[in-house]
């Protein structure tokens, strides 16, 4: 479970997330109007403008003030972090399957 920090302490699970979304066009306001009306909108801008939208697997919606772009980078660092455990892992269980066979 990766959690990816939003703003003010907020974070959400990465694997969750399904877009994140600009605030400034007109699909972006009607994607946070009807979650609002269906009860799935979650603002966590502490009364700040919201500067991005992320849209989750659960259909839920979540207002944040941290820049869209912010948060791509940080979903980029996070999964060239995963990318480089998962290849240290494999590197590890290749030497242990070398010392097994000897």
Same mark, same amino acid.
């Given at each position: 479970? &990766?959690?990816?920090?939003?703003?003010?302490?907020?974070? @959400?699970?990465? !694997?969750?997330?399904?877009? @994140?979304?600009? +605030?400034?066009?007109?699909?972006?306001?009607?994607? &946070?109007?009807?979650?609002? =009306?269906?009860?799935?909108?979650?603002? @966590? +801008?502490?009364? *700040?403008?919201? *500067? $991005?939208?992320? @849209?989750?697997? %659960?259909?839920?919606?979540? #207002?944040?003030?941290? =820049? %869209?772009? +912010?948060? $791509?980078? *940080?979903?980029?660092?996070?999964?060239?972090? +995963?990318? #480089?455990? !998962?290849?240290?892992?494999?590197?590890?269980?290749?030497? $242990? &399957?070398? &010392?097994?066979?000897?």
């Amino acid at each position: 479970m &990766k959690l990816i920090n939003i703003g003010f302490g907020n974070t @959400v699970m990465a !694997e969750k997330i399904v877009a @994140v979304v600009n +605030t400034g066009s007109s699909p972006a306001r009607k994607l &946070k109007e009807n979650a609002k =009306q269906a009860g799935q909108l979650i603002d @966590v +801008t502490e009364g *700040r403008r919201t *500067r $991005s939208i992320l @849209v989750m697997d %659960s259909n839920h919606i979540v #207002l944040s003030s941290v =820049q %869209s772009e +912010t948060i $791509s980078q *940080r979903l980029a660092a996070l999964h060239s972090e +995963t990318q #480089l455990a !998962e290849i240290e892992l494999g590197k590890k269980q290749e030497k $242990s &399957k070398k &010392k097994g066979e000897y």
